[in-house]
């Protein structure tokens, strides 16, 4: 998800509207109560989301870490034109201030009303490597309030004192990330109208599918919060698979203990037509082996930060508050 081109604790929020779209998610049922939360991952198991590889960095246009402060604003500026169409008015607006570079007094990066391109498609480094050097920005602000993509928008908003980024580059060339390893008093603020979550769902189930000769028609997702920690939803698609209609239904449910660590249960796949009977048992088979899986919510660079709050509410939007430091 576009969550990517954000600082990576931003992240944190896109997670569980990942979490739903890519599994599905349960709907909450009287007769069918809540599991209990996630006591302890097992061992070394891999985090719900990782951001060792760059997964929501700030974008640089090369492989150095650049030698001013102005050279850094204009790094920035290229490196995330690759990613988000920039209105004619230049609405991107990136400032940097401080005369101790690298350490900055404030750092502030506002992409609101940018468009995300669609041939953007976000991605990891496959051989990062963590550079010494970085900076030091004492007030940092990430604001896209909406972000807008073809079918959908999002708001998001990070704030962030006393924060280093470390430059994240890869073995091959790419070019370099930078990426927060510490901070104090991390905050994140992300919504999204059900209506538009539906239609980014819709996309990603049709592009999905026309892989595997599924033609999705429809896409009918619920969505519900019993607690601040828990997101649950039920996803209804329905289409045609080799021209015989076909409708079926993924649920799932994520739950977060005290310690951020995330619980997966109830995560399957039904058939509701003779067509969905077919293709539900292949799909339902692929996820048994995320049901009851526990995990660790996030892992960071350096392991310096972490999730220190979070908060889940639904209405006409999901709403996600994350708060992290080190």
């Known amino acids: 998800m576009s969550g990517q081109i954000t600082l990576k604790s931003a992240t944190l929020c896109v997670l569980l509207v990942s979490l739903a ?8 049922r009287p007769n069918n109560p809540p599991p209990p939360p996630a006591t302890k991952p097992a061992a070394n198991a891999r985090p719900l989301i990782d951001f060792s590889r760059g997964a929501g960095g700030f974008p640089l246009a090369g ?11 204009e790094s920035l500026l290229a490196g995330y034109r690759s ?4 209105p004619d ?24 009303d940018t468009q995300i391109k669609g041939s953007y498609r976000p991605a990891s480094m496959r051989n990062p490597v963590r550079l010494s050097d970085g900076l030091f920005v004492k007030r940092l602000q990430y604001v896209a309030q909406p972000l807008r993509y073809v079918d959908g928008s999002t708001n998001l908003s990070i704030t962030a004192r006393d924060a280093r980024l470390d430059l994240l580059r890869g073995r091959r060339g790419e070019s370099g990330t930078l990426v927060m390893t510490e901070c104090t008093d991390g905050r994140v603020n992300f919504d999204v109208p059900i209506t538009d979550l539906r239609s980014m769902l819709l996309s990603a189930a049709k592009a999905g599918g026309s892989r595997s000769g599924y033609f999705v028609r429809n ?12 997101l649950s939803c039920d996803i209804g698609v329905s289409g045609f698979w080799l021209l015989l209609p076909t409708a079926l239904r993924l649920t799932a449910r994520v739950d977060v203990d005290d310690a951020f660590n995330a619980r997966l249960s109830n995560v399957r796949c039904t058939g509701e037509d003779v067509g969905g009977f077919l293709v539900a048992g292949w799909i339902d088979n692929a996820l048994k082996k995320y049901d009851g899986r526990v995990m660790p919510l996030a892992a960071f660079p350096g392991g310096k930060i972490k999730v220190r709050d979070l908060h889940i509410g639904v209405d006409d939007a999901l709403h996600i508050f994350v708060g992290f430091g080190s």
């Open 219 to 230: 896409v009918d997702a619920k969505f519900a919060s019993d607690d601040s920690r828990s």
């Open 63 to 73: 492989e150095t870490l650049p030698k001013t402060r102005d050279a850094l604003v």
């Open 83 to 86: 990613r988000v169409s920039i």
């Open 89 to 112: 008015d230049g609405r991107v607006r990136i400032t940097a201030t401080g005369d101790a570079y690298p350490t900055l007094d404030a750092l502030t990066i506002d992409l609101t």
């Open 21 to 28: 779209g890519i599994i599905g998610c349960q709907s909450n």
